[in-house]
């Protein structure tokens, strides 16, 4: 069962720094707002296969969202 998914601000190579010089994509905040949403509808449904489904498609978005989290960090500017 999903229970959350927590994007990281950073990559393991960008880790160095601290997290108030990285800047995430508005993108990958967007996506990561959908997980949240996605998640919080498949809880609220009743236990069934579209339930599952919908768990499975929220796992799979928050998947998503964290490789562009991943690949999107960028250093802010000093």
Known sequence: MVTG?????????????SSSELIQSPLAGELN??????LDQARKM????ERTAAMRRAAILGNA????????????PQ
Do not use: M, N
């Open 5 to 17: 998914f927590s994007v990281p601000l950073s990559s393991p190579s960008a880790d160095a720094g």
């Open 46 to 49: 009743p236990l069934g296969d």
């Open 33 to 38: 707002t959908r997980v949240i949403e996605a």
């Open 65 to 76: 969202a964290e490789i562009l989290a991943y690949f999107s960090v960028k250093k802010a």
